[in-house]
């Protein structure tokens, strides 16, 4: 099949606006760029230095004496590799299908909608795949006794206040999310341990549960950030009946430190790097093009990005969350 060249492609950002990113991510309910935040770099792949944890924790001697110089630090580093690779859907757009649907719908903007809804679920789904990983955090792993489901006996509060210190005390830094995806969030706000510390806090009068809302959690939780992914996938084959699952599976919840800022010296979970130097946006770049074989027009969304882990001591994963 012929490809045009890349200066037949022709950038339409009309076709973004609707889909703003931030907006959509929440619409959606995607959650892994606020987990994995985004941080420009300047080369499509490369290297980088990363000071381990207990170094920049390390206490030192300050004390002067007169005719003596200062302590003086020494540190190593380790280093840590990215790679951006470039992802990204098409959508044609027929001319006589445009013209015969033009009383329905604009068919350019439901193109860019699912070339749009490709590339940022896929990136859901690599976030999801990092960061809910009982491989990946072997050694930051706790295995829920009293599932969160069980209303009467789980203690969710106690389980978070435990692992948000045991970050702590391999990190010196206190977690500032819990990261759930939303049939985790609707089966706490049952939970009785959580009833009852909202009610004796004066947090609000949760006399159902959908009066518990993730505003009620983060004061429970004692948690800047309760992040609640309601993205689902369709597993099942092109042409199958649908099979849908949870891109954040319900097995498993998570404290972490993620980052606040786009200073990469912050210690964090880890980060979404992005190479924009290939015209690439982090929420997707919109272009089109032309292809006559087919008299459609063809809408394309793409972004150059690597999700990385950073450090692992960062987080807890809770595992067995779910019956």
Request: charge should be negative; glycine fraction near 6%; aromatic fraction near 8%.
């Amino acid at each position: 099949m012929p490809s045009p060249s890349s200066s037949l492609a022709t950038l339409r950002p009309e076709l973004g606006s609707m889909m703003e990113f931030d907006l959509a991510m929440d619409r959606l309910g995607f959650i892994g760029n606020r987990c994995l935040p985004t941080i420009e770099v300047g080369k499509q792949a490369g290297t980088f230095g990363k000071i381990p944890l207990e170094q920049l924790l390390q206490t030192r001697d300050t004390i002067r004496a007169p005719g003596s110089g200062y302590a003086r630090g020494q540190f190593t580093f380790t280093s840590a590799t990215y790679a951006c690779e470039e992802h990204g859907a098409e959508e044609p757009v027929d001319d006589r299908e445009a013209k015969m649907y033009v009383d329905y719908f604009d068919a350019e903007q439901v193109a860019a909608q699912r070339a749009y809804d490709a590339v940022l679920r896929n990136a859901e789904i690599r976030a999801a795949t990092l960061l809910f990983n009982a491989t990946t955090f072997t050694s930051q792993t706790t295995s829920i006794t009293h599932e969160w489901d069980d209303a009467t006996n789980a203690v969710p509060i106690t389980d978070v206040e435990t692992a948000v210190r045991a970050v702590w005390a391999r990190t010196g830094m206190w977690p500032n999310a819990l990261i759930i995806n939303r049939t985790v969030f609707r089966n706490l706000r049952s939970v009785a341990q959580v009833i009852s510390r909202i009610e004796s806090a004066g947090a609000g009068d949760p006399s159902k549960a959908s009066d518990v809302t993730v505003q009620m959690l983060s004061a429970v939780f004692d948690l800047p950030y309760i992040l609640v992914a309601g993205s689902v996938k369709n597993t099942a084959d092109e042409g199958l009946t649908a099979s849908l699952a949870n891109i954040w599976s319900d097995e498993y919840a998570m404290v972490a430190c993620i980052a606040t800022n786009n200073d990469i010296r912050q210690p964090c979970i880890g980060r979404t790097m992005h190479w924009s130097e290939d015209g690439s946006q982090p929420g997707g770049t919109p272009e089109s093009y032309r292809d006559e074989t087919v008299r459609s027009d063809i809408i394309r969304v793409r972004h150059d990005v690597d999700e990385l882990i950073l450090y692992t001591e960062a987080a807890q994963l809770f595992d067995n969350v779910t019956t």
